[in-house]
Structure formats: structure tokens, C-alpha cells
Antibody, heavy 120, light 107 residues
């Protein structure tokens, strides 16, 4: 079964740091681009970051650029999101997702999400 | 960035109704487009990719159409399990933006 499982969420103070992990199983992790998407409480989906299969290319939304770092360890089938200088507006459920790319592309599957709470 | 304008934001409907949700892109994106369903407290689930291709296991009452800048998701006959929030997404260029969502509620 293709599966993504996030972990690492929790309560952090404004200005603090947190590292999220996304463990992949059931597919060849090394051949897929991976993404992080977040959802603030009661709000819609916000795409925030991408990493290429070999980790050589990354992309960040303006809202997190310079504060968040996406990375991956293909030997461990794990995706990471290092979050720093956290703000109240970063509070959200964070999802990882696999990008399937053939003639067109799409996100499938998604992990179950991990909640990050930013509060003093 | 490519903006997606999804409408309506909210729809009060009944079991058996036919529902159409629209998503308009700020520039042409060919068929680099997907629809997702999100149940409360759950992760999004892929419904349709490449604008009109139904994901394996998704009921045939769901269909997608469009290309370029105008896209639609149609549910031919709403079932109780379809009351959820639906999001469109463009995957033509970074950032892979989402529409603001359409919440279907039982009338």
C-alpha cells in the first residue's frame, strides 16, 4: 500500500523551530517529487514547498521562503520540513504529498497531516 | 503566480441533486489541473486529474471537464458521502496553487 505518514507536529512558541517528517512506504520514493501543503484552521489548502526526486531542486512559497527548508533522505524514504522563525500565521495542519508525473501531474496520495500550533 | 477562482464557495444542496463547481485560472494551464475532495478532519483525496480523468476507485457520478482556463467538476447525483469540501489545483507552474474551496452542505 502506498502510504505517507507525517510526524513532528506540536506546540512551539513564536520565533521557535520545528522539524516535520514524512515517512513514505509502498513505492519507490527516490523517483518522485514531494511536496508540503498546509491548512490553517478553518481555511483552505496552501501549497508551500517542493523537492525534486534527487533533492537537487527545491521551491518555496513566498510565505515561507527564507524560514523553511525542505529536504529528503532517500536512503530512509523520508521527507522533511525544517521550520524556523515560526509565526502565529504558520499554525496549521501540514500535509506531505507525492506528485505523480506522467503526461500530466497530480498529488496522490496525501499523508494524514500533522498539526503545528504556534503560541506562547 | 497563477490564481484559481473557484465558485461557488458554499452550496446548500440535497441528496440526488446535480452539482457543478467551476474553477477559473488566471492564465492558460492546458490540462495541468486536478480536483480533490476533503472530508472534515481528513486529508484531501484525489478525485480527478488531467482535468477530466477519474482517479481509480472514484465513483462515476463524478466528472471533470475543461481545458485552458475554465474547468468544471460535476457530481451527477449527490450521495450522502459527497457532502464535503472540494478544491481545484493547477500544476502547470510553481507555486501549484489551489482554489479557495467549495463546501457542500445538506439543505
Amino acid at each position: 500500500e502506498v502510504q505517507l505518514v507525517e510526524s513532528g507536529g506540536g506546540l512551539v512558541q513564536p520565533g521557535g523551530s520545528l522539524r516535520l517528517s514524512c515517512a513514505a512506504s509502498g513505492f519507490s520514493f527516490v523517483t518522485y517529487s514531494m511536496h508540503w501543503v498546509r491548512q490553517a484552521p478553518g481555511k483552505g489548502l496552501e501549497y508551500i514547498s517542493t523537492i525534486s526526486p534527487n533533492g537537487g531542486s527545491t521551491y518555496y512559497a513566498d510565505s515561507v521562503k527564507g524560514r523553511f527548508t525542505i529536504s529528503r533522505d532517500n536512503s530512509k524514504n523520508t521527507l522533511y520540513l525544517q521550520m524556523g522563525r515560526l509565526r502565529a500565521e504558520d499554525m496549521a495542519v501540514y500535509y506531505c504529498a507525492r506528485e505523480v508525473q506522467l503526461e500530466y501531474n497530480w498529488f496522490d496520495p496525501w499523508g494524514q497531516g500533522t498539526l503545528v500550533t504556534v503560541s506562547s | 503566480d497563477i490564481q484559481l477562482t473557484q465558485s461557488p464557495s458554499f452550496l446548500s444542496t440535497s441528496v440526488g441533486d446535480r452539482v457543478t463547481i467551476t474553477c477559473r485560472a488566471s492564465q492558460g494551464i492546458s490540462n495541468y489541473f486536478a480536483w480533490y475532495q476533503q472530508q472534515p478532519g481528513k486529508a484531501p483525496k484525489l478525485l480527478i486529474y488531467a482535468a477530466s480523468t477519474l482517479q481509480n476507485g472514484v465513483p462515476s457520478r463524478f466528472s471533470g471537464s475543461g481545458s485552458g482556463t475554465e474547468f468544471t467538476l460535476t457530481i451527477s447525483s449527490l450521495q450522502p458521502e459527497d457532502f464535503a469540501t472540494y478544491y481545484c489545483q493547477q500544476l502547470n507552474s510553481y507555486p501549484y496553487t489551489f482554489g479557495q474551496g467549495t463546501k457542500l452542505e445538506i439543505k
